[in-house]
């Protein structure tokens, strides 16, 4: 069984931190790309960060994504956050070898965790 646990979220005002995180169980992780997505309210799921450290140019500069093969979890640092940033956020994994560069690589995905950034 593939899971993945997301926690870390709550509520912010503008400018805090916070730091997410995604417990990974099931497969082989280490041999995973995996990645962060959002959706905010009304909005379609958006990407926001992955292993391959490719960042959204909404978040770069602000959040870093890191893992942990050793916890078999996988990070997402958020800093100066935003009203903007204000989402469901979900953490996602890609088996590697057939790894493409594309959303459909993600075929596992967690529950999601709130971030809400007040202003």
């Known amino acids: 069984q593939v899971q993945l646990v997301e926690s870390g979220g709550g509520l912010v005002q503008a400018g805090d931190s916070l730091r997410l995180s995604c417990a990974a169980s099931g497969y082989t992780f280490r041999t995973y790309i995996m990645g962060w997505f959002r959706q905010a309210p009304g909005k379609e799921r958006e990407f926001v960060a992955s292993t391959t450290s490719s960042y959204a140019e909404s978040v770069k500069g602000r959040f870093t994504i890191s893992r942990d093969n050793a916890k078999n979890t996988v990070y997402l640092q958020m800093n100066s956050l935003k009203p903007e940033d204000t989402a469901v956020y979900y953490c996602?994994?890609?088996?590697?070898?057939?790894?493409?560069?594309?959303?459909?690589?993600?075929?596992?995905w967690g529950q999601g965790t709130q971030v809400t950034v007040s202003s």
């Open positions: 996602a994994g890609a088996p590697a070898r057939s790894w493409s560069g594309r959303t459909r690589d993600f075929s596992s």
